[in-house]
């Protein structure tokens, strides 16, 4: 860990909050993106990340500083982000904005916009969003979170499993029935089973 | 010509296969395996990353500074390494598991030549078919929580707590369902994990709450056998063809 990152937790743990701006600055936006993969919408990525960073600030006196920063919060955003899906699976009344194609608000959906596209890559990838989204339902929270880590954000099977909490070979095996369950709902439209 | 599994392709394709030279040069003479291969890097493609939107950093700043309290600096305790004691008794346990859990590899690996059905820990067979898709996710999150509950050396946090009590009303579902579809060993593991987590629902959180619960309920031979039971329900849905 760098020395500005020491100094700063020195300085937070000594009753000056704003020095956890440092952290906040280098670390949020990436530990937002793993929100995203795992919550796929942009409202409880956003809120993820905001509880995960809370936790770390409230647990900063137990941080042994032989790990990175960036390791331990990575560890406690994951496990807040496969919370909240599973609560919001629980929750049949809860409607997060999320994805889609067709922006609509009775479905509480959004467009991320993209400026670069004709028509006929727009609707190219209307039909490959959809059939994105129907795959990835079908997965259990730990499966997409690991899959889409391993291999949307190039994290390390062996920092996937300790933020995991679960074992090297768990979150492997989690990763190939994740792709082996992707590569069947493919099957219909792709010829993704041959 | 020996196949490779679709597991191992997966692996080769993610490239977290030790074998990749092998592998390689087998798909240049295996059709069969190389249209396998092809349709598990095509599906990586397609599921490969989409953008992310860029947070706010400065909202989400102002957000998050008014709910940090002002910290106060802990004084060290001189009789900070006491603390320590509970580090031999967890080693001799920990000792203890493995011995175990090497005996007990070694009789499911020879039971497994004889049966596909496997027992464990003297509750009966469990049945290998999966009684409701939705158990792998809930297995999973059992998974989490008593490795957590393993870990752990102080009080368990509030989010853990908090999971605990969610998961308590779907386990009971879990049991009922289990013990109507006739897997008895299935519903006497769920039912013990059920324990645990009413004790960590309704027992308030002090310093040795959690230890102690590993002491009395065994929650390391309970984490072995929900793991057991997710290898089962692996096996059933087939994941590898």
């Given at each position: 860990?760098?020395?500005?990152?020491?100094?700063?937790?020195?300085?937070?743990?000594?009753?000056?909050?704003?020095?956890?701006?440092?952290?906040?600055?280098?670390?949020?936006?990436?530990?937002?993106?793993?929100?995203?993969?795992?919550?796929?919408?942009?409202?409880?990525?956003?809120?993820?990340?905001?509880?995960?960073?809370?936790?770390?600030?409230?647990?900063?006196?137990?941080?042994?500083?032989?790990?990175?920063?960036?390791?331990?919060?990575?560890?406690?955003?994951?496990?807040?982000?496969?919370?909240?899906?599973?609560?919001?699976?629980?929750?049949?009344?809860?409607?997060?904005?999320?994805?889609?194609?067709?922006?609509?608000?009775?479905?509480?959906?959004?467009?991320?916009?993209?400026?670069?596209?004709?028509?006929?890559?727009?609707?190219?990838?209307?039909?490959?969003?959809?059939?994105?989204?129907?795959?990835?339902?079908?997965?259990?929270?730990?499966?997409?979170?690991?899959?889409?880590?391993?291999?949307?954000?190039?994290?390390?099977?062996?920092?996937?499993?300790?933020?995991?909490?679960?074992?090297?070979?768990?979150?492997?095996?989690?990763?190939?029935?994740?792709?082996?369950?992707?590569?069947?709902?493919?099957?219909?439209?792709?010829?993704?089973?041959? | 010509?020996?196949?490779?599994?679709?597991?191992?392709?997966?692996?080769?394709?993610?490239?977290?296969?030790?074998?990749?030279?092998?592998?390689?040069?087998?798909?240049?003479?295996?059709?069969?395996?190389?249209?396998?291969?092809?349709?598990?890097?095509?599906?990586?493609?397609?599921?490969?990353?989409?953008?992310?939107?860029?947070?706010?950093?400065?909202?989400?700043?102002?957000?998050?500074?008014?709910?940090?309290?002002?910290?106060?600096?802990?004084?060290?305790?001189?009789?900070?390494?006491?603390?320590?004691n509970w580090a031999w008794p967890a080693t001799g346990l920990a000792a203890a598991a493995i011995v175990l859990l090497t005996v007990f590899g070694v009789y499911l690996h020879r039971s497994g030549e004889m049966k596909r059905n496997v027992a464990v820990n003297g509750h009966g067979p469990i049945t290998v078919e999966p009684a409701d898709p939705a158990?792998?996710?809930?297995?999973?999150?059992?998974?989490?929580?008593?490795?957590?509950?393993?870990?752990?050396?102080?009080?368990?946090?509030?989010?853990?707590?908090?999971?605990?009590?969610?998961?308590?009303?779907?386990?009971?579902?879990?049991?009922?369902?289990?013990?109507?579809?006739?897997?008895?060993?299935?519903?006497?593991?769920?039912?013990?994990?059920?324990?645990?987590?009413?004790?960590?629902?309704?027992?308030?959180?002090?310093?040795?709450?959690?230890?102690?619960?590993?002491?009395?309920?065994?929650?390391?031979?309970?984490?072995?056998d929900i793991r057991i039971l997710q290898q089962n329900d692996d096996r059933s849905q087939g994941v590898t063809q």
């Amino acid at each position: 860990m760098d020395k500005t990152e020491t100094e700063a937790i020195r300085d937070v743990l000594a009753g000056d909050r704003d020095a956890y701006r440092v952290l906040m600055d280098r670390y949020f936006s990436s530990v937002t993106r793993v929100a995203f993969r795992i919550t796929g919408n942009e409202a409880d990525a956003e809120e993820a990340a905001q509880e995960a960073f809370l936790r770390a600030y409230n647990k900063l006196s137990s941080f042994r500083q032989d790990s990175t920063f960036s390791t331990w919060i990575m560890r406690i955003v994951m496990n807040t982000a496969i919370n909240l899906v599973e609560r919001r699976n629980r929750d049949l009344s809860y409607h997060a904005s999320r994805i889609d194609d067709e922006p609509s608000p009775t479905d509480h959906t959004v467009r991320v916009s993209d400026k670069q596209s004709g028509p006929e890559t727009m609707l190219l990838n209307r039909e490959a969003a959809s059939l994105r989204r129907t795959a990835m339902a079908e997965l259990t929270p730990m499966e997409r979170t690991a899959f889409t880590l391993r291999h949307m954000e190039d994290v390390p099977m062996a920092e996937i499993a300790a933020a995991l909490n679960v074992t090297s070979n768990s979150a492997k095996q989690a990763v190939f029935r994740a792709v082996s369950k992707l590569r069947r709902s493919l099957t219909p439209v792709a010829g993704g089973l041959r | 010509m020996r196949h490779f599994s679709e597991e191992e392709l997966i692996a080769y394709q993610l490239q977290e296969n030790s074998d990749a030279v092998a592998i390689s040069s087998h798909l240049e003479n295996c059709r069969e395996c190389a249209d396998v291969s092809e349709s598990i890097a095509e599906t990586l493609r397609v599921f490969s990353a989409e953008p992310a939107p860029q947070p706010d950093l400065e909202r989400n700043w102002h957000r998050l500074r008014a709910n940090l309290s002002v910290l106060t600096p802990q004084r060290r305790s001189r009789f900070e390494f006491l603390r320590w004691n509970w580090a031999w008794p967890a080693t001799g346990l920990a000792a203890a598991a493995i011995v175990l859990l090497t005996v007990f590899g070694v009789y499911l690996h020879r039971s497994g030549e004889m049966k596909r059905n496997v027992a464990v820990n003297g509750h009966g067979p469990i049945t290998v078919e999966p009684a409701d898709p939705a158990i792998a996710s809930h297995l999973e999150a059992a998974e989490r929580l008593l490795t957590e509950v393993n870990n752990s050396s102080g009080p368990l946090d509030e989010g853990t707590r908090e999971q605990a009590h969610s998961l308590l009303l779907q386990n009971a579902i879990y049991v009922r369902n289990a013990r109507n579809s006739g897997a008895l060993g299935e519903a006497a593991i769920l039912e013990n994990f059920g324990r645990v987590l009413t004790t960590l629902d309704n027992e308030p959180a002090t310093e040795h709450s959690t230890w102690r619960l590993r002491l009395e309920m065994n929650t390391s031979g309970l984490l072995l056998d929900i793991r057991i039971l997710q290898q089962n329900d692996d096996r059933s849905q087939g994941v590898t063809q």
